[in-house]
């Protein structure tokens, strides 16, 4: 495993614990990625996720952290995007993801 991998997942687990995210089991993968130097995928009705960082991009330690970060943030608005996507979305399921988020974000920047 490497250095910078190990320092992304270390990251992520620190972001995702300031943001409270933990109704979601996270995994975590190296693999290549066109253009990109970090992703996230997640399953909303499942609550799973994965974070990839991309073992081909060479990044300094303040680099890989502010991947972990964005991508603890991408999870963080996945429900909106999730619900954004589908062909129903009722106006409460919407603001109750807002509110989550709000909640969320309330309790990290205490």
Request: hydrophobic letters at 40%; charged letters at 30%; glycine letters at 4%.
């Amino acid at each position: 495993m490497s250095k910078q991998f190990t320092l992304f997942k270390s990251e992520c687990a620190k972001w995702l614990d300031r943001l409270s995210l933990h109704d979601w089991e996270v995994n975590y993968e190296l693999s290549p990625i066109d253009g990109g130097l970090a992703w996230c995928s997640a399953n909303l009705d499942g609550r799973e996720a994965t974070m990839g960082l991309n073992p081909d991009v060479k990044m300094t330690d303040a680099e890989v952290r502010a991947c972990a970060k964005h991508e603890c943030l991408e999870l963080l608005v996945a429900p909106l995007d999730t619900l954004a996507s589908r062909r129903y979305v009722t106006p409460s399921d919407i603001e109750c993801a807002r509110h989550a988020i709000v909640r969320r974000l309330e309790h990290a920047l205490k």
